[in-house]
């Protein structure tokens, strides 16, 4: 009898371990995924609107969300590469794909507001994602990460509202 519980739990602290890196796994892919998308979708639609927009402060918004996305995807990338099961997604997802396609069906004012809400929205999200993860994440590396990097994206929420309307370029 005393074999047998002694072999329970055994088998009990061998399977919780087991179990508690799953769920970080879990947890920790999800964030990896959606952040890794959400860059992608940043960094492609704001390149979409330096071609497309003929409004100087939408211009400028979209050259601060190349540079400061490629960023965060050039940081994220190595921290991600040490999480054993954790793979950072090389295309978009379909929802963000279809919403790259809609922009690049519009043009001038109307492509502007379109991107405005893409980028208002999205990183609304991205506030709610980085501060869930910051406070509850299960990999300390990208919780301090997320936490680091929350500033910078509260940042780009103000940035995003604060886009001015039908500010053209001089000359084209």
Known sequence: ???????????????????????????????????????MFEIQSSRLAQQKSNNDGVKTFAQHMVTDHTKTTDELKPIAQKIQGVQIPVQLDATHQKMLDKLNGLSGAKFDVAYKADQVQGHVQAVRLFAAYAKNGDNADLKKWAHDTLPTLREHLRMARAVPRDQHVSSR
């Open 1 to 39: 009898m005393q074999k047998l519980v002694i072999a329970a739990i055994a088998a009990v602290a061998l399977v919780l371990p087991a179990q508690a890196q799953k769920s970080q796994s879990s947890a920790t892919s999800d964030f990896v995924q959606k952040v890794a998308i959400s860059d």
